[in-house]
């Protein structure tokens, strides 16, 4: 089993910056993805962006410019950096970790809340 917690998020004012965290613990593949996804009010969960355990990235086009992500393998935790941020990134963010091992493992955090204001 694996345990994912975030951290970081709150309210902030556009143009602003927030850092997020997600830490997992537990029995975790070496070769994994670890990604952040979100979910507005009203809206599905929709992928943010999510970096491999080499290092690769993909970002969603809405967030390409503005947020980064990188991750501290020896700690098994990822660390989204979001600025410029807009009131329509307010949302309920997850994090998420998975992989394939003859079966589809997939894992999600609680989510933390992050509020843009105009």
């Known amino acids: 089993q694996v345990q994912l917690v975030e951290s970081g998020g709150g309210l902030v004012q556009a143009g602003g910056s927030l850092r997020l965290s997600c830490a997992a613990s537990?029995?975790?593949?070496?070769?994994?993805?670890m990604g952040w996804y979100r979910q507005g009010s009203g809206k599905q969960r929709d992928l943010v962006a999510e970096?491999?355990?080499?290092?690769?990235?993909t970002y969603a086009d809405s967030v390409k410019g503005r947020f980064t992500i990188s991750r501290d393998n020896a700690k098994n935790t990822m660390y989204p950096q979001m600025n410029s941020l807009k009131p329509e990134d307010t949302a309920v963010y997850y994090c998420?970790?998975?992989?394939?091992?003859?079966?589809?493992?997939?894992?999600w955090g609680q989510g933390t809340q992050v509020t843009v204001s105009s």
């Open positions: 537990g029995s975790i593949f070496k070769n994994n993805i």
């Open positions: 998420n970790m998975n992989w394939d091992w003859g079966y589809k493992y997939n894992y």
């Open positions: 970096i491999t355990s080499g290092g690769t990235t």
